[in-house]
């Protein structure tokens, strides 16, 4: 490309006409400072997001993934491929059995609002992979893992290992959503796939107590444990 200097500007003119000296300008960028994290928390814990969310470059996702590990200490994604992209949940199985109303209603409340102070988009059908920096319930400075629904390829079918609240609310109102898929596992699926017509919406006081009646065919064993990075579904 040839170099065109009528489109570049200096960076002290490009402040001027923004009127805005460079202090003001870097504490807009509202940049994170990893050094002040004290606490890592699920996402719903931060009462407050001090600094613009940071997307997870796809090598750090791929890190991210790859460490999670079984209940029984087995790594189901230690040699996987992973690829963002946008997937049609009603062509997706599942492995639960219920779908939690106060669930879903909470990220239709809180989620969208959590990040409106920054231009990204933030629907839930839209949001991508962030580290998102903030204070918990306590003012303590801490840092939350936002990850799309994550899916895995077994054979010939996609299935929801985490995030079916978030797909559920996007396949009512007929849509896409973005998610982490991942081909390549290498330990089977804790669940039994069944198809979402097999799912009851009920309310968390209905939640069975037993976790082997909340989902299909459960082998608890391979289940995976994404509190391992203090994500909580």
């Keep these: ?51 613009a969310p940071v997307p997870m470059t796809t090598k750090m996702l ?39 109303r106060e669930n879903y209603q909470s990220l239709l409340e809180s989620l969208t ?39 895995e390829q077994h054979e010939a079918h996609l299935v929801i290992m985490d995030g079916i609240h978030r797909d559920y609310i996007t396949m009512q109102i ?9 081909r390549g596992v290498r330990v089977s699926f804790p669940c039994g796939l069944h198809s979402w017509e097999d799912a009851l919406v009920i309310s968390l006081n209905e939640k069975p107590k037993d976790i082997n009646e909340r989902y299909f065919e459960l082998n608890k064993e391979l289940f995976r444990d994404l509190k391992y990075y203090g994500i909580d579904g």
């Design 174 to 182: 007929g849509g896409t959503i973005n998610a982490v898929v991942v």
């Design 113 to 151: 609002g959590l990040f409106g102070r920054f231009a990204i988009p933030s629907g839930i059908s839209e949001l991508g992979a962030y580290f998102v920096f903030g204070e918990d319930k306590d003012g303590v400075s801490a840092l939350a893992c936002y990850l799309p629904p994550i899916i």
């Design 1 to 51: 490309m040839n170099h065109s200097p009528e489109w570049e500007i200096e960076k002290e003119e490009f402040l001027r006409r923004l009127e805005c000296g460079e202090r003001t300008f870097r504490d807009n960028l509202c940049l994170p400072n990893f050094k002040n994290i004290k606490r890592i928390v699920p996402l719903r814990y931060l009462e407050n997001i001090t600094a």
């Design 62 to 100: 791929l890190k991210f993934i790859s460490h999670i590990k079984t209940f029984d200490g087995q790594k189901p994604f230690s040699d996987v491929s992973v690829e963002l992209r946008k997937v049609d949940p009603r062509h997706l199985k599942i492995g639960q059995k219920f779908i939690y």
